[in-house]
């Protein structure tokens, strides 16, 4: 029996140790992302961009001789999925920062359980609600690498204002934090500066058919309309208002970023959207074109957005260690890092960053079109 | 005028429904179970038809005919997998019911297999709209109506015509004396299938090009159940009553009291429709649902 104990005991200190010597080595990176599910689009992107980034750092000798090891979980754009990847991310696999996740929604559902650890999570999520408590101090491990929800709608909003259009309609999703928390601002910002909105209406993710919901704000003869909505449902009202005979033009968010050019199925003319990336900038377009030589897709903004916060945890890696605090306190003092998405300074009150450019696009036909940069403040 | 607008856009998503309560009917007539493999027949079929249609070019009607043509093959294998032995057995209506969730859980896991759980679009087959007085009809309405609606008055043909379709309703009303009268009862049940699966592969078609496809494409079965319920379970030309009806009122409740709380009504009529007129609109009063 004692020989038997002796055994397991000895397998037990064996495993420990090769763990150790093993953890030694690597660094273990959670990218939490939309595999599958309504999202996936955005979801396959980031980790692209994120796995991108990694293969250039570990090709470049890693963070302090270390490799990184990239851990990919599929959040499925379900909440329970995604703090069940979360919690097994945090108490299995030990990662030391989690990239992700690109969606509110699941951002929301996980901010609260994350204050229970120590491990940074360095995402996309726009809603300013996944980073800032009720209280209005932030949540301790949650960040955010583009302009807030705020930023991003006021953008759009003064665009469409300043470019003459001024009387709106608002569809938006009233059980989604993404379109919720953009509605509002933008609906702020046209009235405040002179517009009009004409008609607001909602529905729920298990709406499919929208002519009914759509025909209202055909009816007010609006000169455009506001879509904060994820690429599935924009694609349908864009369709299905299309269908009903309207021709004014329709204000999107990152949403209608490409690839919904190709997913939409026929020319997008009228349709305006905000962006992370300007392709006409050099480094933009070299990254662009190095991967489609090398894997074929065409590269989006989440692709990019991944890539710079891959590299943001890379400098924080390399200077305070992989200690949850030390990544904490060097993610609150990121400033002025010169991304493919612009120069990022977080704002330490918010975990957001300040200042960040973003650029509103539309389309001819099915290319996409640079109309002008605006600085998000 | 938009209260016109709101019935025309109701019909036309109750011709949709239409196909889809007809499938679930046919079989609810026959086997006097309520097939929930149905949807995700519709979605099978329907990207079927889409891949298909991709890889060849192919217009609105080959697409049709080849997302029928598998919705038909693979009603028919589904018949012999998981129906034909129970029918044999003579046991439970029961055992339909759980192997036809078994059935719709084995086709939505290969189209997610297959395509992942991401959504697709199909290409845009029509064009621009028909304004009329004031009235707004997408072509892809008018098209997908009268297409729904000559498949449905052939199939009621075919059911009240011919000799299959008589065959179909003896052994829907009894299959022990319609096989002791000569007829070939699993041939006019495999019919039934064929049939439903063709109604399936064209909804699903139509379900696509209006919502986009994505594999729980075939939850909007749920629409064709509570269509037949109010229409009358296993009554065809119910089915089709149901269905515009629900159509209808879906779109007027979504107009009035908003997109969140018409789902709400939607299954309050139903309700009230079990309670007070359980046979539904036309149907018989049926005491074996399942």
Same mark, same amino acid.
């Given at each position: 029996? &004692?020989?038997?104990?002796?055994?397991?005991?000895?397998?037990?200190?064996?495993?420990?140790?090769?763990? =150790?010597?093993?953890?030694?080595?690597?660094?273990?990176?959670?990218?939490?992302?939309?595999?599958?599910?309504?999202?996936?689009?955005?979801?396959?992107?980031?980790?692209?961009?994120?796995?991108? =980034?990694?293969?250039?750092?570990? =090709? %470049?000798?890693?963070?302090?001789?270390?490799?990184?090891?990239?851990?990919?979980?599929?959040?499925?754009?379900?909440?329970?999925?995604?703090?069940?990847?979360?919690?097994?991310?945090?108490?299995?696999?030990?990662v030391s920062a989690i990239v992700g996740p690109p969606i509110a929604n699941i951002a929301l559902a996980i901010a609260p359980e994350s204050e229970n650890n120590d491990v940074q999570i360095l995402g996309f999520a726009i809603?300013?609600?996944?980073?800032?408590?009720?209280?209005?101090?932030?949540? &301790?491990?949650?960040?955010?690498?583009?302009?807030?929800?705020?930023?991003?709608?006021?953008?759009? %909003?003064?665009? =469409?204002? &300043?470019?003459?259009?001024? &009387?709106?309609?608002?569809?938006?999703?009233?059980?989604?934090?993404?379109?919720?928390?953009?509605?509002?601002?933008?609906?702020?910002?046209?009235?405040?500066?002179?517009?009009?909105? %004409?008609?607001?209406?909602?529905?729920?993710?298990?709406?499919?058919?929208?002519?009914?919901?759509?025909?209202?704000?055909?009816?007010?003869?609006?000169?455009?309309?506001?879509?904060?909505?994820?690429?599935?449902?924009?694609?349908?009202?864009?369709?299905?208002?299309?269908?009903?005979?309207?021709?004014?033009?329709?204000?999107?968010?990152?949403?209608?970023?490409?690839?919904?050019?190709?997913?939409?199925?026929?020319?997008?003319?009228?349709?305006?959207?905000?962006?992370?990336?300007?392709?006409?900038?050099?480094?933009?377009?070299?990254?662009?074109?190095?991967?489609?030589?090398?894997?074929?897709?065409?590269?989006?903004?989440?692709?990019?957005?991944?890539?710079?916060?891959?590299?943001?945890?890379?400098?924080?890696?390399?200077?305070?260690?992989?200690?949850?605090?030390?990544?904490?306190?060097?993610?609150?003092?990121?400033?002025?890092?010169?991304?493919?998405?612009?120069?990022?300074?977080?704002?330490?009150?918010?975990?957001?960053?300040?200042?960040?450019?973003?650029?509103?696009?539309?389309?001819?036909?099915?290319?996409?079109?640079?109309?002008?940069?605006?600085?998000?403040? | 005028?938009?209260?016109?607008?709101?019935?025309?856009? #109701?019909?036309?998503?109750?011709?949709?429904?239409?196909?889809?309560?007809?499938? @679930?009917?046919?079989?609810?007539?026959?086997?006097? @179970?309520?097939?929930?493999?149905?949807?995700?027949?519709?979605?099978?079929?329907?990207?079927?038809?889409?891949? +298909?249609?991709?890889?060849?070019?192919?217009?609105? +009607?080959?697409?049709?005919? $080849?997302?029928?043509?598998?919705?038909?093959?693979?009603?028919?294998?589904?018949?012999?997998?998981?129906?034909?032995?129970?029918?044999?057995?003579?046991?439970?209506?029961?055992?339909?019911?759980?192997?036809?969730?078994?059935?719709?859980?084995?086709?939505?896991?290969? +189209?997610?297999?297959?395509?992942?759980?991401?959504?697709?679009?199909?290409?845009?087959?029509?064009?621009?709209?028909?304004?009329?007085?004031?009235?707004?009809?997408?072509?892809?309405?008018?098209?997908?109506?009268?297409?729904?609606?000559?498949?449905?008055?052939?199939?009621?043909?075919?059911?009240?015509?011919?000799?299959?379709?008589?065959?179909?309703?003896?052994?829907?009303?009894?299959?022990?004396?319609?096989?002791?009268?000569?007829?070939?009862?699993?041939?006019?049940?495999?019919?039934? @299938?064929?049939?439903?699966?063709?109604?399936?592969?064209? $909804?699903?078609?139509?379900?696509?090009?209006?919502?986009?496809?994505?594999?729980?494409?075939?939850?909007?079965?749920?629409?064709?159940?509570?269509?037949?319920?109010?229409?009358?379970? #296993?009554?065809?030309? #119910?089915?089709?009553?149901?269905?515009?009806?629900?159509?209808?009122?879906?779109?007027?409740?979504?107009?009035?009291?908003?997109?969140?709380? $018409?789902?709400?009504?939607?299954?309050?009529?139903?309700?009230?429709?079990?309670?007070?007129?359980?046979?539904?609109?036309?149907?018989?009063?049926?005491?074996?649902?399942?």
């Amino acid at each position: 029996m &004692k020989k038997v104990l002796s055994l397991i005991l000895m397998l037990a200190m064996l495993t420990s140790v090769t763990a =150790a010597l093993a953890e030694g080595e690597t660094i273990n990176v959670g990218c939490l992302q939309d595999i599958s599910g309504p999202t996936s689009s955005l979801g396959n992107m980031a980790t692209a961009g994120v796995q991108w =980034a990694v293969d250039e750092i570990n =090709a %470049a000798g890693g963070v302090n001789g270390k490799m990184i090891n990239l851990i990919v979980y599929d959040t499925k754009a379900d909440v329970t999925e995604a703090i069940n990847a979360y919690t097994r991310a945090v108490t299995s696999d030990n990662v030391s920062a989690i990239v992700g996740p690109p969606i509110a929604n699941i951002a929301l559902a996980i901010a609260p359980e994350s204050e229970n650890n120590d491990v940074q999570i360095l995402g996309f999520a726009i809603d300013s609600k996944c980073q800032i408590k009720p209280d209005g101090t932030p949540y &301790k491990n949650m960040f955010d690498f583009q302009p807030s929800a705020a930023q991003q709608a006021t953008i759009m %909003a003064k665009y =469409a204002l &300043k470019n003459g259009f001024s &009387k709106f309609g608002v569809i938006y999703n009233e059980g989604n934090a993404y379109s919720v928390s953009l509605q509002a601002p933008f609906i702020d910002t046209v009235t405040a500066n002179g517009g009009e909105v %004409a008609k607001v209406v909602t529905y729920t993710s298990n709406d499919k058919d929208f002519k009914t919901l759509l025909q209202p704000i055909v009816s007010a003869d609006v000169d455009a309309v506001f879509v904060p909505n994820y690429t599935q449902e924009l694609i349908l009202i864009a369709q299905q208002i299309r269908a009903l005979g309207y021709e004014g033009s329709l204000i999107c968010g990152l949403d209608a970023c490409p690839p919904f050019n190709t997913l939409f199925g026929e020319d997008c003319d009228g349709i305006y959207f905000i962006n992370n990336i300007d392709g006409t900038e050099a480094n933009v377009q070299a990254m662009l074109a190095a991967v489609k030589e090398k894997t074929g897709i065409d590269a989006t903004n989440k692709f990019f957005l991944g890539y710079d916060v891959a590299n943001i945890l890379k400098g924080i890696f390399e200077t305070v260690g992989t200690n949850p605090v030390g990544v904490r306190n060097a993610a609150e003092q990121v400033t002025n890092y010169a991304g493919l998405t612009g120069n990022i300074t977080i704002d330490p009150a918010t975990h957001m960053p300040k200042g960040l450019e973003m650029v509103m696009f539309t389309y001819q036909g099915t290319t996409p079109v640079m109309l002008e940069r605006y600085s998000a403040e | 005028m938009q209260i016109l607008q709101y019935v025309i856009n #109701g019909i036309a998503l109750g011709s949709v429904y239409a196909l889809i309560s007809t499938g @679930f009917s046919l079989i609810f007539n026959v086997l006097k @179970f309520s097939n929930f493999s149905h949807g995700a027949l519709m979605t099978f079929s329907a990207f079927t038809g889409y891949f +298909v249609a991709a890889a060849n070019g192919w217009g609105l +009607v080959p697409t049709i005919l $080849a997302a029928a043509a598998t919705g038909s093959l693979v009603a028919l294998a589904g018949e012999f997998v998981a129906f034909r032995r129970i029918l044999i057995r003579n046991t439970s209506p029961i055992y339909f019911f759980v192997s036809s969730i078994t059935l719709g859980t084995l086709f939505e896991g290969i +189209v997610v297999l297959q395509v992942g759980a991401n959504f697709y679009n199909y290409p845009r087959f029509f064009g621009k709209p028909l304004k009329l007085a004031g009235l707004v009809i997408s072509q892809s309405d008018i098209i997908i109506f009268c297409i729904s609606a000559f498949v449905l008055v052939v199939l009621a043909l075919v059911i009240q015509k011919t000799r299959l379709g008589r065959a179909l309703r003896s052994v829907s009303f009894d299959r022990d004396t319609a096989s002791l009268m000569g007829i070939d009862v699993t041939r006019s049940i495999q019919f039934a @299938f064929i049939i439903s699966g063709a109604l399936a592969g064209l $909804a699903g078609v139509f379900l696509g090009i209006n919502y986009t496809l994505y594999p729980t494409l075939g939850s909007l079965v749920v629409k064709g159940f509570i269509a037949s319920v109010i229409g009358g379970l #296993g009554s065809l030309p #119910g089915a089709v009553i149901g269905a515009m009806l629900l159509g209808i009122v879906e779109t007027t409740l979504i107009s009035t009291i908003g997109s969140g709380y $018409a789902p709400v009504f939607t299954f309050l009529i139903m309700l009230v429709f079990l309670l007070v007129r359980p046979r539904g609109i036309a149907g018989s009063n049926i005491q074996e649902k399942a």
